[in-house]
């Protein structure tokens, strides 16, 4: 089945406790990309990435980092989460970047 | 600063009638504009997307584009139960996102 997969669903964490947020594609895309969702603001762009080693920011990429060694993986890192990183994330692909597919989501809280 | 505006809602439409969601977007050189389904807890799934003006037409969708007054819009026929969700509408290759209506279908 094609899909987007994340990891994990959900994740209770304390506040500056390194995590990385796991996301695999199966489906050869070329186009990946992060985002948080947020109550009242929507889907905001974290970063983004058009092929292995091609990653660019997006619209609130402060306090996160990523990277793409391989096509189907694209993990994302908070290095010191603090609570204002409180989200719905969702990791998305693309084969041409036009219409996305995405994972289920990541509910993440920092206390 | 791009900007895609949505009327947050709820918009409330009884079953079987027509529901009509409506996007302005501020970049008059956007060319691709996208219309995703958020069910509750769920994540967004693409229903339609459109590049040139007029009508698009996917079953019961149909996606309404008019870039001189910078809108687009989507219209569900013979709404259902089930297309109660938040509607999510983004503009461009970049994906700039409205913040999303809720439509509520009424049995």
């Known amino acids: 089945e094609a899909q987007v997969t994340q990891n994990p669903r959900y994740l209770i964490t304390v506040t500056g406790k390194k995590l990385t947020v796991t996301c695999s594609q199966n489906?050869?895309?070329?186009?990946m990309s992060w985002y948080r969702q947020d109550p009242g603001l929507g889907l905001r762009q974290i970063y983004y990435s058009m092929n292995v080693e091609v990653t660019d920011k997006g619209d609130v990429p402060e306090g996160y980092k990523v990277s793409r060694k391989e096509k189907r993986n694209f993990p994302l890192i908070l290095e010191s989460p603090s609570p204002n990183q409180t989200s719905l994330y969702f990791c998305a692909s693309s084969s041409t970047g036009w219409g996305y597919t995405f994972g289920s989501g990541t509910r993440l809280t920092v206390v | 600063q791009k900007e895609v505006e949505q009327n947050s809602g709820p918009l409330s439409v009884p079953e079987g009638a027509i529901a009509s969601l409506n996007c302005t977007y501020s970049?008059?050189?956007?060319?691709?504009f996208f219309w995703y389904r958020q069910y509750s807890g769920k994540s967004p799934e693409l229903i339609m997307f459109i590049y040139s003006n007029g009508d698009k037409e996917d079953g019961r969708f149909t996606a309404q584009l008019n870039k001189a007054s910078q809108y687009v819009s989507l219209l569900i026929r013979d709404s259902q139960p089930s297309d109660s969700a938040t509607y999510l509408c983004?503009?461009?290759?970049?994906?700039?996102w409205g913040a999303g209506t809720k439509l509520i279908i009424k049995p």
């Open positions: 489906m050869n895309h070329e186009y």
């Open positions: 983004a503009v461009s290759r970049q994906l700039i």
């Open positions: 970049d008059r050189g956007s060319q691709s």
